[in-house]
């Protein structure tokens, strides 16, 4: 609903405000100098960008689009099921193999729809779980072993966005080389002997172009590319959680701990509490020990000792 909230502020703000000043729209659409300036533009981004950025830039847009943001409901998800999986890991990795070599097919992951429909999450959590199962790793090797892969996916994440930003900066260009060219037809037909009258039209047409190129840079594309940088912000938040969850768990935290230290890392305005989180896996543990106990109940092993608790 925002950014269709700002598209309206910035259309009516541009155009009403043309039109208020007396301008009528008919002088203003010039389809020719549109075609020109986007399809430069769109050239431009086939030209400059592989494949996979395309397809990525696509991707993000379509997210865009459908706001399809990672809430809190999103967070209680990843955070339980981690915790599951941490649960699994407690009786040994290997555990774990019926569940991270065919995740779609786990009823364990199937409890999380919202983390199966994200293939870079879910791709990140099985990798590293499977890592884990492979050999004995410790937690400082770890840790770098997925810094170094956070980097790696930020670089990819984020070159859609960058260039994005760099058509942006370069739309004014656009705007005047299509300006120059109806500058040009202009003269020509100053040559060919038309009048003040339509030399003046088709000048006043030909600046059109400027003003499009400005406004695609700064009403259009550039807030495209910052919101496309929040939302590669808002995955990469998701996997550093991750992260931080699997590296307590190899520190040999209890996977409450583990689970709270990856919350700490969730965005402020969709952060759980502490005790939010406690009476999820709470309430979790309620329907995993079943009908024998009307109170929900965490496992022993969850439960770290005094001095962990108030540290963390």
């Not at 996916?153 to 120059?180: C, D, N, W, Y």
């Not at 039209?201 to 700064?218: E, L």
Request: glycine content about 8%.
């Amino acid at each position: 609903m925002q950014p269709f909230v700002g598209i309206l502020i910035v259309l009516g703000c541009v155009f009403g405000g043309f039109m208020l000043h007396g301008g009528s729209f008919r002088v203003i659409w010039q389809p020719v100098e549109l075609l020109i300036i986007v399809g430069a533009a769109v050239g431009a981004i086939v030209l400059g960008n592989p494949r996979h950025v395309l397809s990525e830039m696509l991707w993000q847009l379509k997210k865009l689009v459908k706001r399809d943001h990672h809430g809190q409901e999103f967070q209680r998800q990843l955070l339980l099921l981690m915790y599951e999986l941490l649960q699994a890991a407690s009786g040994g990795l290997k555990a774990l193999d019926a569940h991270v070599e065919a995740p779609q097919q786990s009823p364990l992951f199937q409890r999380y729809p919202l983390i199966l429909n994200d293939p870079k999450l879910l791709h990140f959590i099985v990798d590293n779980f499977r890592l884990m199962a492979m050999g004995k790793i410790s937690a400082h090797e770890l840790e770098g072993v997925l810094e170094q892969e956070l980097d790696a996916i930020q670089e990819e994440l984020t070159q859609p966005s960058r260039s994005l930003h760099k058509i942006a900066e370069a739309m004014p260009g656009f705007g005047i080389l299509a300006a120059v060219l109806g500058i040009v037809m202009a003269m020509n037909n100053v040559a060919e002997g038309a009048s003040t009258g339509e030399i003046a039209v088709m000048v006043a047409a030909a600046m059109v172009g400027t003003f499009i190129g400005i406004f695609f840079c700064y009403g259009v594309l550039d807030p495209i590319s910052n919101m496309m940088k929040q939302l590669v912000h808002e995955e990469l938040a998701s996997l550093e959680s991750v992260k931080v969850v699997l590296v307590t768990h190899v520190a040999g935290k209890p996977p409450l701990l583990a689970i709270d230290a990856g919350r700490r890392l969730v965005q402020l305005n969709i952060k759980p509490t502490f005790v939010q989180l406690e009476s999820w896996i709470d309430a979790l543990n309620g329907k995993q020990d079943g009908a024998d106990s009307s109170t929900p109940r965490r496992r022993a092993s969850d439960r770290a000792p005094e001095g962990e608790r108030r540290a963390a």
